[in-house]
């Protein structure tokens, strides 16, 4: 059946709804409700994305849970976001992220790191000569685990493992580069695109069996993903760190896996600026991992950069493994409206359309 003409903006304006959604950019602070000012002036805190994040103490208290905003993709497809209206965490204060989403800490004017925000991979587990469990290490929040004895690691980019031998050794995970090669000559691929989603990095491969190891040994957790975006200003004071490092591939008697890939970090604000001893990190992990993603958005495409350190570099090991990427790009306005913008947007088409159609057919 052909639409009468005035009803066909509604109707394309329904079928983009309905179709899969893609995140395309970065969250907006000002779209998701404040929970209050986030002031950590020591302590450590750890912060679970199985779902809607939950910030805890190192007691274990529940100080603060967020919601969830889904980015589309068929990799982290969700992304646990805690918003504020500010954000200051002291020298001293750790924040460890770990769960299965990555993670989005926004503040609806300024933030304020001098302390330690981590989503790191976890290392594989070593085995020695007959014993060992050949368990991968877990992934940051949003990170791929490591591949069990002789298995892939876990996400897009994951090591391969190998089936074992002697000697033998996995590949490392991908992300922002391949990983190292295995002795089957395969690699873990690289993938993603931090202007499209935030994703976390991917497992190591582990290392299969042999004669005198018989479980084979863990691959390296992939490093996660963190979002960290402000609406006003973002510092990385002295000694501050964000980290989404690769874990470690576990070794053995003539048997290795694989490290994991770097992790994605996304930092967005109009102004950033790094001071001495600050270090921003997406490593990939010894062996093999490839390095992560890290990219900045602010309104001149640069950082001010008065000292620290920045790197998305590959994991140790002589094996072809890449280097990750570090961008610089400009904070544009949001490509994609938050669902509420959207709904909007469909009524207005709607009404619009009807009232031409009444005035077509009246």
Not at 4 to 20: D, E, F, I, S
Not at 43 to 70: C, F, Q
Not at 283 to 303: E, H, P, V, W
């Amino acid at each position: 059946m052909r639409l009468p003409r005035p009803l066909r903006p509604a109707a394309l304006a329904l079928a983009l709804a309905a179709a899969p959604a893609a995140r395309a950019d970065w969250l907006d602070p000002a779209s998701f409700a404040s929970l209050g000012a986030l002031n950590l002036a020591s302590g450590s805190y750890t912060i679970e994305t199985d779902g809607a994040p939950v910030l805890k103490d190192s007691g274990g208290n529940v100080l603060y849970i967020g919601t969830t905003y889904a980015q589309g993709g068929t990799y982290n497809p969700t992304v646990s976001v805690l918003t504020f209206s500010s954000i200051s965490i002291a020298s001293g204060v750790t924040i460890t992220a770990v769960g299965q989403n990555p993670l989005a800490l926004l503040s609806q004017s300024d933030l304020v790191l001098y302390g330690v925000i981590s989503a790191n991979g976890q290392n594989g587990h070593d085995s020695p000569r007959l014993g060992g469990d050949g368990l991968g290490g877990a992934g940051g929040a949003g990170g791929g685990a490591g591949g069990n004895s002789s298995q892939t690691g876990e996400g897009p980019g994951g090591g391969p493992g190998t089936p074992g031998g002697l000697p033998n050794w996995a590949g490392g995970g991908g992300y922002g580069g391949h990983g190292g090669a295995s002795d089957q000559g395969l690699t873990g691929p690289a993938y993603g695109d931090l202007h499209q989603y935030l994703l976390g990095g991917s497992g190591g491969g582990g290392g299969g069996g042999n004669l005198f190891q018989t479980a084979g040994a863990g691959g390296g957790g992939g490093g996660g993903g963190i979002e960290l975006g402000a609406s006003g200003s973002i510092l990385f004071g002295e000694n501050s760190a964000l980290t989404a490092n690769a874990g470690l591939a576990g070794g053995g008697f003539a048997s290795n896996a694989g490290g994991g890939s770097g992790g994605g970090l996304l930092i967005h604000a109009p102004t950033i600026e790094t001071r001495v001893g600050s270090v921003i990190s997406a490593l990939g992990g010894a062996y093999f991992g490839g390095g992560g993603r890290i990219l900045f958005l602010t309104d001149t495409a640069t950082i001010n950069q008065r000292g620290g350190n920045i790197s998305a570099g590959a994991g140790g090991g002589a094996n072809d493994q890449e280097n990750g990427v570090v961008e610089y790009d400009y904070l544009r306005a949001r490509a994609v409206p938050e669902p509420a913008t959207l709904a909007m947007g469909l009524t207005a088409a709607v009404g619009v359309a009807a009232l031409a159609r009444r005035r077509t057919l009246g």
